[in-house]
RNA sequence: GGGUGGUUACCCAAGCGGCCAAAGGGGGCAGACUGUAAAUCUGCUGGCACUGCCUUCGCAGGUUCGAAUCCUGCACCACCCA
């Protein structure tokens, strides 16, 4: 927290970094203004980004701007991150067209501590400032509400491209929900933010604190926006709630799997979002003369790397490539297999195999598993498509199910 | 307060007395193919002691030989009018 701040580079040099991947800065004049004030006196930007602890999952999307963030606190400036857990009780309609479930206080709680435990992997918590928006909205009377809602109009929120087409497709529009925006910018006025990060969709929002601002006499803040990021189906907003999303507290194993899951087209703004690899390395990568696949992998492992460390993400790496290559991973799981599930000659039927070795959910799944190609045994693969075919199990039996499920089986009594 | 529409499997959504374990799409799983766990194509997608049996269509009752489908009550959701 009272680290000596580190001697702060030119306001030029500073914007070359911080417009890496940037959207929209709005207005960017006084942006720019506002980053030569800093530099020149030393007294760094107070940069602010909220979070709603809505779910438990942080992912890449969710790193976009905290990643900027993070250069913001490199080059000397203030984090300020705001944990929504009172605009979470309402939910915000940005995006959506629908009103989002609200959660209980209880729940809200539990996940904001979660969900700092996961942004202190990007942000470096011990130099940044931590509000959660109840700690101001919880003592807030009837009139304070009232007084908020003063400041805005029907129209005002109604403009909005997201309440605006629910309106007009006769879709519900709950007035807890027109209340959000205000709330995000009352934050804004409580910290002092000089800049608010957030979505392209966020802009709305982060346009309504500098009304606020201006009112309670304080100088507007600044909106910096980010694309949104693409999904692992490479077309959808990367959501918890569309399940296309490579989250930072997964394995090295599956977040390296998911990117090279990822179509080609969206590379490039993973590299320019999620990567400090330079802009011209990335044309590089993305050029003629480079196997897409290479391309990829390189993005895999610097994005893997960011969460596990270089070493994590090399394995990662290899062990995708063994796999894709067919061969068996090199650590193999070993699964006990109790003597009790055998027959008097040591043989279980296929699908009950599957089934204690936590493969399916349920013998009919393990049966069409079996009937689909998907199960094969040993050193030699045998596929076994016949549900009936009664396995002698031995110890130290290789049981493959699919392309990704793969034990070693050990017995036990 | 009045009116209308809705509640179906993981999600969306059809079905409106038997041919319904329930169309179609999405997602998921498996197979083929591939630079890829991409794209494409194919199959599967409630459970089990699986040529059969059991449990599911908001909840509780009822009508019927037979109900996801009809009736009654309840709960929840939404829209319209006030």
């Not at 203030?78 to 915000?92: E, M, P, R, S």
């Not at 709305?204 to 949104?228: C, H, K, S, W, Y």
């Given at each position: 927290m009272n680290e000596a701040p580190r001697p702060m580079s030119?306001?030029?040099?500073?914007?070359?970094?911080?417009?890496?991947?940037?959207?929209?800065?709005?207005?960017?004049?006084?942006?720019?203004?506002?980053?030569?004030?800093?530099?020149?006196?030393?007294?760094?930007?107070?940069?602010?980004?909220?979070?709603?602890?809505?779910?438990?999952?942080?992912?890449?999307?969710?790193?976009?701007?905290?990643?900027?963030?993070?250069?913001?606190?490199?080059?000397?400036?203030?984090?300020?991150?705001?944990?929504?857990?009172?605009?979470?009780?309402?939910?915000?309609?940005?995006?959506?067209d629908e009103t989002r479930a609200s959660l209980t206080e209880a729940q809200v709680e539990i996940n904001a501590k979660d969900y700092l435990k996961q942004v202190g992997r990007i942000i470096d918590l011990d130099r940044a400032e931590v509000h959660h928006n109840g700690d101001w909205f919880s003592k807030w009377s009837f009139l304070d509400v009232l007084r908020l809602m003063r400041s805005t109009t029907i129209g005002q929120i109604s403009a909005r491209e997201d309440f605006a087409k629910r309106l007009r497709e006769a879709k519900p529009v709950h007035l807890s929900e027109c209340l959000y925006p205000l709330m995000q910018g009352w934050d804004s006025v409580e910290i002092k933010a000089d800049v608010e990060l957030g979505g392209t969709e966020q802009?709305?929002?982060?346009?309504?604190?500098?009304?606020?601002?201006?009112?309670?006499?304080?100088?507007?803040?600044?909106?910096?926006?980010?694309?949104?990021?693409?999904?692992?189906?490479?077309?959808?907003?990367?959501?918890?709630?569309?399940?296309?999303?490579?989250?930072?507290?997964?394995?090295?194993?599956?977040?390296?799997?998911?990117?090279?899951?990822?179509?080609?087209e969206p590379m490039r703004p993973y590299f320019t979002l999620l990567t400090d690899i330079p802009l011209a390395e990335v044309d590089r990568l993305l050029g003629p003369g480079v196997n897409p696949r290479d391309a990829k992998e390189v993005l895999g492992k610097a994005i893997v790397a960011q969460y596990h460390g270089d070493g994590a993400a090399e394995a990662a790496a290899a062990a995708f490539r063994r796999r894709s290559e067919g061969l068996d991973p090199e650590d193999i799981p070993v699964v006990e297999i109790t003597r009790d599930l055998l027959d008097g000659e040591g043989r279980v039927s296929a699908p009950r195999l599957i089934v204690a070795l936590g493969f399916e959910s349920s013998t009919s799944n393990a049966r069409r598993t079996i009937e689909g190609g998907g199960f094969n045994i040993g050193t030699d693969r045998r596929v076994i498509t016949d549900t009936k075919t009664m396995i002698d199990v031995t110890d130290g039996l290789l049981v493959r199910v699919g392309k990704r499920k793969i034990a070693r089986i050990k017995l036990v009594s």
């Open positions: 030119s306001a030029a040099d500073q914007w070359e970094t911080l417009r890496r991947g940037i959207d929209a800065v709005v207005p960017e004049d006084e942006f720019r203004k506002k980053l030569e004030r800093s530099i020149a006196r030393g007294v760094p930007l107070r940069v602010k980004y909220g979070i709603d602890p809505t779910g438990i999952d942080v992912h890449l999307g969710h790193t976009v701007p905290l990643r900027k963030l993070r250069q913001f606190q490199d080059l000397g400036h203030t984090a300020v991150l705001i944990i929504g857990n009172y605009t979470a009780l309402v939910g915000d309609p940005s995006g959506r802009l709305f929002n982060l346009l309504v604190a500098r009304d606020l601002q201006q009112e309670q006499g304080q100088e507007p803040q600044v909106a910096m926006t980010m694309p949104i990021l693409v999904g692992t189906d490479g077309t959808r907003r990367m959501g918890k709630s569309l399940g296309n999303y490579i989250g930072v507290a997964e394995s090295a194993e599956a977040q390296f799997g998911k990117v090279m899951s990822l179509p080609d």
